[in-house]
């Protein structure tokens, strides 16, 4: 399933960081930077998320919210953070329900071997709670200024 501009958002309720539950109500009214990525801790993971962490406070100019989603646990969530000092919210899909949902969990491939991992996407959702803007298949480096031009736009 690919969701399109204008589909509304799907609800999803997850664990996040520091032992809370983190859902898209959460985040009624305002924008939303909803980015998913494989797996904490990876170098392109990273990069992208202190990318986005460095930008939080233009974001936060630009009254949109950021929230990084992967199939991680909360606690490995927790370590990833204070590993790198991030400041922005994560939150775990461990049964990868949410993922499905919004289309990113995909077959992908490494070396000949097939697997179902985390296709690297953002969403920007607007404060209806529609999708605004959908970048797919995400190449790190000036994604989040990228990302933080649409936010400012919207």
Not at 92 to 101: G, H, I, P, R, Y
Not at 105 to 114: L, V
């Amino acid at each position: 399933m690919t969701l399109d501009v204008g589909a509304k958002a799907p609800d999803f309720t997850l664990p996040g960081d520091a032992v809370r539950q983190i859902g898209l109500a959460d985040f009624a009214g305002r924008k939303l930077v909803l980015y998913f990525y494989p797996k904490d801790d990876t170098s392109g993971c990273t990069q992208e998320a202190i990318d986005f962490n460095r930008l939080k406070a233009a974001f936060a100019e630009a009254g949109t919210e950021i929230l990084g989603v992967s199939p991680d646990s909360a606690k490995s969530h927790d370590k990833f953070k204070a590993k790198h000092k991030l400041d922005i919210a994560l939150a775990a899909d461990e049964s990868t329900q949410m993922l499905e949902a919004y289309g990113v969990w995909a077959e992908k491939s490494m070396y000949g071997r097939k697997y179902m991992g985390v296709e690297r996407t953002t969403f920007l959702i607007g404060p209806d709670g529609t999708i605004a803007k959908a970048w797919r298949k995400v190449k790190v480096p000036g994604h989040a200024e990228e990302v933080l031009a649409a936010a400012k736009a919207l």
